[in-house]
């Protein structure tokens, strides 16, 4: 069982930035793939950046240039640099990670960028 925990959403203005945390129970650097997802109310979860084990990483196009997905100092942790935030990035934000067919997430944490 894999227990993940993000942390770091929050109220910022459109252009602001986030850095968004998600702790894992054990070390990142041993999952194949690691997701950011995110749900807006009515909308359906969808992948924002993933990273591979080899440090490969994919983006949605609509956060290409702004997010940044990475892992951090501990080992443990995974991290989604957020710059230039629109209200549209506005969601629940998961932390995802999976080993074979199971997958695992957080509880989320809220992002909401207003004026």
């Known amino acids: 069982q894999v227990q993940l925990m993000e942390s770091g959403g929050g109220l910022v203005q459109p252009g602001g930035s986030l850095q968004l945390s998600c702790r894992a129970s054990?070390?990142?650097?041993?999952?194949?793939?690691m997701r950011w997802y995110r749900q807006s109310p009515g909308k359906e979860r969808d992948l924002v950046a993933a990273?591979?084990?080899?440090?490969?990483?994919h983006y949605a196009e609509s956060v290409k240039g702004r997010f940044t997905i990475s892992k951090g100092g501990a080992k443990n942790t995974l991290y989604l640099q957020m710059n230039n935030l629109q209200p549209e990035d506005t969601a629940v934000y998961y932390c995802?990670?999976?080993?074979?067919?199971?997958?695992?997430w957080g509880q989320g944490t809220q992002v909401t960028v207003s004026s």
């Open positions: 054990e070390n990142v650097f041993n999952f194949n793939y």
């Open positions: 995802n990670t999976n080993i074979v067919a199971r997958h695992f």
């Open positions: 990273l591979t084990v080899g440090d490969t990483t």
